[in-house]
């Protein structure tokens, strides 16, 4: 007879879990992202690496050194710094010189995540954080957009990329161009909805692929780390109200596949207004926050005084999430909706 | 038979089932321990009280002790043998409790002799609930609640359904399916008895889709005296779908209210194993012995489902079937809900429906890293009862209990880990719960 003599651990029940993991949801948040970055470096050249790489590289360091100065663990390793250095830089204008790209990083890490005490803990999306400040601090650079597919994009990079820090770049006219959205409200040129859907047009790196975006966030939905239903209500938001709006004035306002198309929407509504940690929780409440969005994408893009209002929009219901979550509570069985 | 409904309660996980090792062995006899160590309470309520002294000789099935008052069941000797000692003795729960330690005689037949049978044709409901509690009968799912107090209908309430519970969705666990496949009589007897009792007009077998075979056996089985009111219900695999209130949503789309017992919609559940044990003992007037546990996780080598005498303790068991060598953990039922034990010395009690052991190779040496909420909403979308468990859990964490009570119905958890389950930040929820919970009691009671 074999006696049992082992020492037994003691943990809580339950004692098999779904094997979801934090780091896990994370990487698999990059991968989805991967296709749209290539895309970018490969409409954009050489620049669009550039900015890629110093926005991932000045995430990583100021997450790195955040820990290390509160003498916290490394987080690095929960993946979750990756996602937002990879967003930070999708978001930007190819050619911004490489020292407002890592500033900017710094400002998206260090007062979008660790001020606020870390992951879970961000009330807004810390990558349009950075970006934000860096539109109010660099209106000019952060505006200044390079056409897709130039000719020697793989060859060399714009001078302004390597500006001197707090010395006004330069900018060639003859790189530069005008985003779909900036043509629409300023020279009220419509740009065809299948250069919008495969990335034709000129943007941030990584906002100018629609399908490839879509392709990303339903790999996600796929595997349950993004809930399809915050892109969804931001689609269907913007559709409607363009729509009717298109219909009573076609003159004044944009069709909807051109509003749903271009700028920064398809990578906001997939990717950024997502962030678990700061969206609502409940299904109600993410149709809520979804439905916001799209309102308040339409109403700057179309009376504002700005060509794009995705990041402001979702930064402004990032800042609501808990208090839709408050409002819209479900019903806890048995309840019929009485307080315990 | 409703095969294949779709009918289901919301939200819910789907663990891994790992059935498949054991659900195809027979139910065997295990041997009996050297000695026995039964507690005095294994079951919710009043401690029994013993009415045999140390060093008395008791056959097998005899009353060791009565029960303390209506919350509260009789307990049988498991085998005839002489009570060495009556006092404190190691629970699942960690601490030391009141119990008899029993030794059984190597030598003798263990005949159980038959006591007053209930007889089912002339018995009124009171002798019937008060034959159940003589039995010593409590929840055999788990729950260990005396049968007999929620058989009791209170003044003014009807039992439109009685549902017999065969759902068994804690992974691992097949004692409820081989009790379905091999005690078809018993559990039609046992519905006899609880039909009579409650006067249900309608009776249901719940019973999940991954045991087709135990439904369809039982269908084939169903007398002809029962074919009107019973009904053999094929429900989606799902997990707590066992738990009772998820089984009358399920079945019934009635919600028990907060804090309220099944029979406020019309409802009474008992276990399919339970009902088992009451067509079995009634008739002849013996009381619990034995239960079927199933034997199983990665750890174990001779897997199976054994008819195990109350008493015995963990250590022989495994002893008896062989362990692997880094066995790490042991937990009294499934890896869902299941405690897990410090010491086997504890013995297997009348709510022990599975012995589970684990090896490092499930989960390593230590738990799982944690990482502070990222607000993913998987636990609030797993969530039968709809609780924020996101939310609980960070209030659990500032120990704001009174609030978590008052303002976001913890006590209405029922702690089946469905939370914990799916939390990719690996935070112990439920443990969190039940800490709070317990904080949230003791405070009501001073």
Redesign the interface.
């Known amino acids: 007879?074999?006696?049992?003599a082992?020492t037994?651990?003691?943990?809580?029940?339950?004692?098999?879990?779904?094997g979801?993991?934090?780091?896990?949801?994370m990487r698999h948040v990059v991968w989805a992202l991967v296709p749209t970055a290539l895309f970018g470096v490969y409409a954009f050249g050489l620049t669009a690496a550039v900015t890629l790489s110093a926005a991932l590289a000045s995430c990583l360091l100021a997450e790195w050194l955040l820990c290390k100065w509160s003498e916290q663990p490394s987080t690095l390793s929960?993946w979750?710094v990756a996602v937002t250095g990879l967003l930070y830089g999708l978001t930007l204008p190819p050619g911004l010189p490489v020292w407002m790209t890592m500033l900017g990083g710094f400002i998206a890490v260090g007062l979008g995540k660790h001020l606020f005490?870390?992951?879970?803990?961000n009330p807004f999306n810390p990558a349009l954080v950075g970006r934000a400040v860096m539109q109010a601090a660099f209106p000019v650079g952060m505006t200044t957009w390079h056409a897709a597919f130039g000719s020697g994009r793989f060859s060399s990079v714009p001078s302004s990329l390597f500006t001197f820090p707090f010395a006004a770049p330069e900018y060639t006219d003859a790189l530069t161009s005008a985003t779909p959205l900036a043509a629409w409200k300023f020279e009220h040129n419509l740009a065809a909805a299948s250069d919008l859907v495969m990335g034709f047009t000129t943007g941030s790196t990584g906002e100018t692929s629609a399908v490839l975006i879509l392709l990303g966030g339903a790999y996600l939905a796929a595997r349950?780390m993004m809930?399809w239903r915050i892109p969804l209500s931001i689609f269907v938001t913007v559709a409607v109200l363009t729509f009717a709006l298109h219909l009573a004035s076609p003159e004044a306002y944009p069709t909807a596949p051109f509003m749903l198309l271009s700028g920064g929407l398809m990578l906001g509504a997939v990717f950024m207004a997502t962030d678990?940690?700061a969206?609502p929780?409940?299904t109600l409440g993410v149709v809520i926050y979804g439905a916001l969005i799209g309102v308040l994408t339409v109403t700057i893009r179309l009376w504002g005084g700005m060509p794009e209002g995705v990041m402001y929009a979702i930064l402004l219901a990032n800042a609501v999430a808990p208090h839709i979550?408050r409002l819209v509570?479900?019903?806890?069985?048995?309840?019929?909706g009485?307080?315990? | 038979m409703r095969l294949f409904s779709k009918k289901t309660f919301a939200h819910g996980?789907h663990?891994?089932e790992a059935k498949e090792a054991t659900a195809g062995l027979a139910i065997r006899r295990f041997p009996f321990p050297p000695s026995l160590t039964i507690p005095l309470s294994q079951h919710i309520g009043k401690p029994a009280v013993p009415v045999v002294r140390e060093g008395e000789e008791v056959i097998r099935g005899q009353l060791l002790a009565e029960p303390d008052g209506f919350m509260s069941v009789a307990m049988h000797a498991p085998a005839s043998g002489i009570v060495r000692r009556i006092g404190l003795m190691p629970s699942a729960s960690g601490k030391m409790v009141p119990g008899i330690y029993l030794e059984p005689f190597p030598g003798s037949s263990q005949e159980v002799p038959d006591g007053a049978g209930v007889d089912l044709e002339s018995a009124t409901a009171d002798e019937i609930i008060a034959g159940i509690q003589a039995a010593g009968i409590v929840g055999l799912g788990g729950a260990a609640f005396p049968t007999h107090v929620k058989l009791k209908i209170p003044e003014g309430k009807r039992c439109e359904t009685l549902i017999i519970n065969g759902v068994e969705c804690e992974?691992f666990l097949t004692t409820d399916h081989r009790v379905m496949l091999e005690q078809s009589d018993d559990i039609f007897m046992g519905i006899r008895y609880l039909m009579k009792l409650t006067q249900a007009a309608k009776c249901f077998i719940g019973i999940e889709a991954n045991k087709p075979d135990a439904a369809q056996h039982l269908q084939d089985k169903l007398p002809a005296d029962l074919q009107a009111e019973v009904e053999v219900a094929v429900l989606p695999v799902k997990y707590p779908q066992g738990a009772e209130?998820m089984l009358i949503?399920a079945l019934t789309g009635h919600?028990?209210?907060?804090?309220?017992l099944p029979i406020e919609v019309g409802a009474v559940v008992v276990n399919v194993a339970t009902t088992a044990e009451i067509g079995r003992l009634l008739p002849v007037g013996q009381g619990i012995q034995e239960r079927v546990i199933t034997v199983t996780g990665p750890a174990v080598k001779k897997k199976g489902n054994y008819r195990i005498l109350i008493g015995t303790p963990l250590?022989f068991i495994?002893?008896?079937v062989?362990?692997e060598d880094d066995?790490?953990?042991?937990?009294m039922g499934g890896?869902?809900?299941?405690?897990?034990?410090?010491?086997?010395d504890i013995p297997v009690v009348k709510g022990t429906s599975g012995v589970?052991a684990?090896t490092l190779r499930?989960?390593g040496?230590t738990?799982?890293k944690e990482?502070?909420?990222?607000?993913?909403?998987?636990c609030?979308d797993a969530c039968?009862?709809?609780?924020?468990p996101?939310q609980l859990g960070l209030l659990a964490k500032n120990g704001e209990f009174a609030t978590m009570?008052?303002?976001?119905?913890?006590?209405?958890c029922f702690e089946c880990?469905s939370c914990?389950?799916?939390?990719?930040?690996?935070i112990?929820l439920?443990?969190h719960f039940?800490v709070a919970k317990a904080a949230v009691r003791k405070a009501k009671a001073s």
């Open positions: 007879m074999v006696s049992v082992k037994l651990q003691l943990r809580t029940s339950p004692h098999v879990t779904s979801a993991s934090v780091d896990l949801i929960d979750s005490g870390g992951l879970g803990y349950k809930n678990m940690v969206s929780m409940t979550d509570r479900p019903t806890v069985y048995g309840t019929s009485r307080k315990a | 996980v663990p891994p992974p209130k949503t919600e028990v209210p907060s804090g309220g250590r495994l002893d008896e062989g362990v066995i790490a953990r042991v937990f890896p869902m809900m299941g405690p897990a034990v410090s010491s086997l589970t684990f499930e989960g040496d738990p799982p990482y502070p909420c990222i607000r993913c909403a998987y609030v039968p009862i709809f609780l924020n996101s009570a008052e303002e976001h119905h913890l006590m209405d880990g914990s389950f799916v939390c990719p930040s690996h112990p439920v443990q039940r």
